[in-house]
């Protein structure tokens, strides 16, 4: 059992202890109690998030908005508090801690059909929707730059430079794929800087396995993992969504030729995403295939430049993890070239 559960107002005692999900960042376990109730505990990395106690202060002005807005008790998550009516732990080790009232519900890795993306994009668009009118200002920026692309490649140069584990030389294939494209991959925040795009209060970690869907009608119940909501892009909410479940590979797939991304899946979610987020602008409308490229591409900047300096950010299950990674996002991006246009279609199609 971890020890920190005992530190929550829990119903029952906990009887059960579990690893659950599969996040690259934090580390996720599920309690049952003998009182038939479930918990999720979830450690909060520090290393990724350096002030627990600012991001717990957004989780839970975020998850309170919500809650004015839906009817749903299952609509939105439910933070416990600690004993001493904190709504996160530290450990004597300085771990920290937090824990919420397990939904039930499921979560995929892949769609199991067009439907399961559409309801996903339910669940992204209605939440930027649900959150238009919150203040973005009284939100604390969890991780600094997070999806500022020309930030990324920045760190990037520089690891290059440093090349700290000698790694540099072995993946000039992917540094060159990269640097051709860093023009383009500055643009989104090029408009936002010059405030041509609106900043929004958005999730920034919209994969599709941070969606609770109902087991019985498969319909979106609600988000999940709301470290990163700050203020940013619609487009890379949108984009991320697609990077990550129009693909119709795993993200750290080795066959690189079943890498690609499927033109329905991507109609299904924008679909969605235009019907529960009513209000995007049409310049946003108008730019959304460029945020699924430029997400894609930012995400092999990343797990390229954790590659590079011995992977210390995303957690692996072997030396060359975030290297596969890497080569997986890049075919998607090569995928999404290709099919631009097709996609910039679709969204006329969609957006009537
Ligand atoms: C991380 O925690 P998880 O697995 O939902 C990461 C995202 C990446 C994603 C890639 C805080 O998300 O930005 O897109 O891995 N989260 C953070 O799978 O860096
Ligand atoms: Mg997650």
């Known amino acids: 059992m971890e020890k920190a559960i005992y530190e929550f107002k829990i119903e029952g005692e906990p009887v059960g202890c579990k690893p659950f999900g599969h996040g690259h960042i934090n580390r996720t376990f599920v309690v049952n109690t003998d009182a038939k109730k479930k918990y999720i505990l979830q450690q909060i990395n520090t290393y990724v998030f350096k002030n627990p106690a600012e991001l717990m202060e957004n989780v839970i002005a975020v998850t309170k908005h919500i809650k004015k807005k839906t009817d749903d008790p299952r609509g939105v998550l439910n933070f416990l508090k600690t004993k001493d009516g904190k709504f996160y732990y530290e450990d004597k080790d300085g771990q920290c801690w937090r824990c919420y ?88 925040q090029k408009l936002l800087d010059d405030n041509e795009l609106p900043l929004r209060v958005t999730h920034n970690d919209t994969k599709l396995n941070n969606v609770l869907l109902d087991a019985k009608t498969r319909k979106a119940l609600c988000v999940l993992d709301l470290d990163t909501v700050m203020p940013g892009t619609s487009l890379m909410d949108f984009g991320d969504s697609i990077r990550f479940g129009a693909a119709t590979a795993p993200e750290d797939t080795k066959e690189l030729d079943k890498m690609t991304m499927d033109l329905h899946l991507f109609e299904a979610y924008t679909k969605g995403f235009l019907e529960a987020c009513r209000s995007l602008t049409d310049r946003e409308i108008d730019l959304l295939p460029l945020g699924a490229k430029i997400a894609t591409l930012e995400l092999v900047v990343r797990f390229l430049t954790d590659y590079l300096d011995g992977s210390k950010y995303f957690k692996i299950d072997y030396p060359e993890h975030n290297l596969v990674r890497t080569r997986a996002q890049l075919k998607l991006v090569k995928d999404m070239e290709d099919k631009f246009e097709k996609m910039q279609e679709i969204v006329k199609k969609c957006r009537k």
Do not use: W
């Open 101 to 188: 009232e397990m939904v039930d519900g499921f979560c995929l890795e892949a769609p199991e059909t067009d439907e399961d993306f559409y309801e996903s994009a339910i669940a992204f668009g209605r939440f930027q929707q649900q959150l238009a009118d919150f203040p973005a200002d009284e939100l604390h920026e969890t991780i600094p730059n997070f999806h500022n692309t020309p930030d990324r490649y920045r760190t990037l140069k520089e690891t290059i430079k440093k090349d700290p584990c000698g790694l540099v030389e072995s993946v000039q294939e992917e540094i060159d794929f990269v640097m051709e494209r860093e023009q383009d991959a500055g643009i989104i």
